[in-house]
């Protein structure tokens, strides 16, 4: 089985009412869907840095990625096994533009 590594970060507004989310416009699975920002880890890369690189990349913003995974989880899709490492990342203030993946938008507890 095919184990593919990624990494999500769960980017807090400033007051931690929120959490910046990105609807997918691609690839063609995600499509209207809402994920954390993140993606798979490159050769040579740390979970961190893949967390740092993607959450900047689909915001478009930079994103600080804090110390120490919030947690690990993995499941089969597609008969592959997917392992992502969790990380909880700031936006210092800066206001997510989104990218070519999607729409970066908050969401609350309550939506």
Known sequence: ?????????CA??????A???IHKLKPAWQL???NFP?????R??????AARRE???ELGVPVRILPGAIGDFEHTFRGELWCCTAYVGELDGAHPRGSVEGEATWATRDE
């Not at 993140?38 to 490159?42: N, P, S």
């Open 1 to 9: 089985m095919v184990t593919i590594r990624y990494s999500a970060v």
């Open 12 to 17: 807090f507004n400033e007051d931690l009412s």
């Open 19 to 21: 959490v910046v989310l």
């Open 32 to 34: 209207d869907r809402a």
């Open 38 to 42: 993140g993606g798979k880890v490159e």
């Open 44 to 49: 040579g890369e740390s979970t961190y840095e």
């Open 55 to 57: 959450a900047s990349e």
